[in-house]
């Protein structure tokens, strides 16, 4: 988008002129103005949109050396994409393919489409974002103005749907780091909503004590957390102040539940706060690429600045509706970076293209449903660590922690993967009789194969099962191939 003149001559790549605010809000609407207009539009036009959008990035991509090689490598050329129709044609590239590329073109590969940073940063401000390791080392991710602004407006976008309006107030109990989290919503908060942003960060910079106190003590009504530290919250509140956390009067909570697709982590939180939670899905590649609205009946994928697909994680053909698969991604709104089917080994599967009850015509997905590189085979069974919370939560003895361990044993056959799932029992838990059968039974029942259960006491996971920011470990790799490949 075209910058506009900086005042007084200055030559200075300014983030306020860099680039065309009027237009970017008319492309992509501000909360509000969106929930009137694109978000109710018919799906016919949305489709439309998106195939507008679609041949945009795709002129972007063909100029793009990152592109231009895996799309070569494949025998295409730029007229054999004519339409959104086409897009199962162009091969798909994952997280490894951007760590190579980095490899081999550092410090930030062939994908951001220019040859110097250096040169770049002369007109353009960049920022840059990482992922949250989740898998392994974090890989880099570059914003330019339209990518940083749209980090904050999505999640804008999303809070302002789920209930959040100007004179609340919100504490983020996620820090502004190199991961994208707190900087989304501290700005969505603060740049686009008139919401007080209260930024405490994780717990490792302000102690879930004080993080308690200055909620009470500012008159905080809405947050944004991970289940994991929301729970926790509740307990120091009760434990440490001797106060129930629904003192708080809490307006709404917006999380990132997964796999809770039975709702009891849902229900555990909203008992304990006395308020709605609400299920966001994202990445620092698209940021807020999904969410759920009033009705909370499936996250509406954010249409109008993506594309979202669902293909079979062993074949890449696109899976039946309802059916479990790689969520893969192409965005709208990138130009430095450009991501063009994007497979996030995210697992997903879509619940609704049909109109919402909240007006919208936006495609619906389920709950985030682990990482299909996040796996384990055992006895040909592909089994998914974050299956385990239905089971995990289905016994209220359990604090509904849990953490696999995945291990090679020696049989007379020859070495076999195994999994042991750890699980916390609750301090006050009482008897746990008949505990350990539960839970096997049930997640031979959800996974489709036997493990092994191990009871473990209150907080025994707390290091190993934490990865920062209140977001959750859920597998521990002890497979000596794997950790060699690592």
């Known amino acids: 988008m075209t910058p506009s003149p900086a005042p007084g001559g200055s030559l200075l790549p300014t983030y306020r002129y860099s680039f065309d605010w009027d237009a970017f809000y008319q492309r992509y609407p501000l909360p509000d103005v969106f929930a009137q207009t694109v978000y109710r539009w018919p799906r016919e036009?949305?489709?439309?949109?998106?195939?507008?959008?679609?041949?945009?990035?795709?002129?972007?991509?063909?100029?793009n050396p990152f592109y231009q090689a895996l799309w070569g490598q494949a025998?295409?050329?730029?007229?054999?994409?004519?339409?959104?129709?086409?897009?199962?044609?162009?091969?798909?590239?994952?997280?490894?393919?951007?760590?190579?590329d980095q490899q081999l073109h550092p410090p930030f590969g062939l994908l951001p489409g220019y040859e110097s940073l250096q040169q770049h940063l002369q007109h353009a401000p960049v920022k840059l974002q990482t992922s949250g390791g989740t898998t392994g080392k974090p890989r880099n991710t570059l914003h330019g103005t339209t990518e940083w602004e749209w980090n904050s407006l999505g999640a804008a976008r999303a809070l302002y749907l789920q209930g959040m309006r100007p004179g609340d107030i919100m504490?983020?109990?996620?820090?502004c780091s190199l991961a994208n989290l707190g900087w989304a919503m501290y700005k969505a908060c603060h740049d686009y909503l008139g919401?007080?942003?209260?930024?405490?960060?994780?717990?490792?910079?302000t102690a879930s004590r004080r993080q308690v106190e200055v909620a009470f003590d500012s008159g905080v009504n809405c947050w944004m957390s991970f289940p994991e530290y929301l729970l926790r919250l509740a307990q120091t509140a009760r434990e440490e102040f001797g106060r129930d956390i629904r003192e708080l009067n809490t307006k709404m909570i917006t999380s990132f539940l997964g796999p809770d697709t039975e709702g009891t982590l849902r229900a555990q939180i909203e008992s304990l706060w006395g308020c709605p939670v609400y299920d966001n899905y994202g990445t620092n590649e698209v940021g807020e690429g999904a969410?759920?609205?009033?009705?909370r009946n499936g996250l509406h994928f954010m249409e109008d600045a993506m594309y979202f697909e669902i293909l079979d994680t062993e074949t890449g053909e696109p899976v039946a509706p309802g059916q479990v698969g790689n969520l893969v991604v192409t965005v709208f709104?990138?130009?430095?970076?450009?991501?063009i089917r994007f497979n996030l080994r995210d697992l997903g599967r879509l619940v609704s293209a049909e109109r919402c009850a909240c007006g919208s015509h936006f495609r619906r997905m389920d709950h985030f449903l682990g990482r299909s590189d996040n796996m384990v085979r055992l006895r040909g069974v592909n089994v998914y660590p974050m299956a385990c919370l239905p089971a995990v939560r289905s016994d209220p003895r359990t604090t509904g922690e849990w953490l696999c361990e995945a291990l090679t044993v020696q049989t007379d056959a020859g070495p076999r993967d195994e999994m042991i799932v750890h699980v916390e029992v609750g301090a006050q838990a009482g008897p746990l009789g008949g505990l350990r059968e539960h839970l096997e039974a049930r997640l031979k029942s959800d996974l489709g194969v036997s493990v092994?259960?191990?009871?473990?006491?209150?907080g025994r996971l707390d290091t190993v099962a934490n990865l920062g920011e209140g977001k959750a470990n859920r597998l521990l790799e002890r497979r000596?191939?794997?950790?060699k490949a690592q």
């Open 480 to 483: 000596p191939a794997y950790m």
């Open 171 to 175: 504490q983020i109990p996620a820090t």
């Open 291 to 295: 969410f759920e609205c009033s009705e």
């Open 333 to 339: 709104h990138r130009t430095l970076m450009p991501t």
């Open 452 to 458: 092994e259960v191990k009871l473990v006491e209150q």
């Open 75 to 100: 025998g295409l050329a730029p007229g054999d994409i004519r339409s959104l129709a086409d897009i199962g044609r162009l091969p798909t590239y994952n997280s490894d393919d951007l760590k190579t």
């Open 195 to 205: 919401v007080m942003p209260v930024t405490t960060g994780s717990g490792l910079v």
């Open 45 to 63: 036009q949305i489709e439309a949109l998106q195939n507008q959008r679609f041949l945009e990035v795709m002129r972007v991509g063909w100029k």
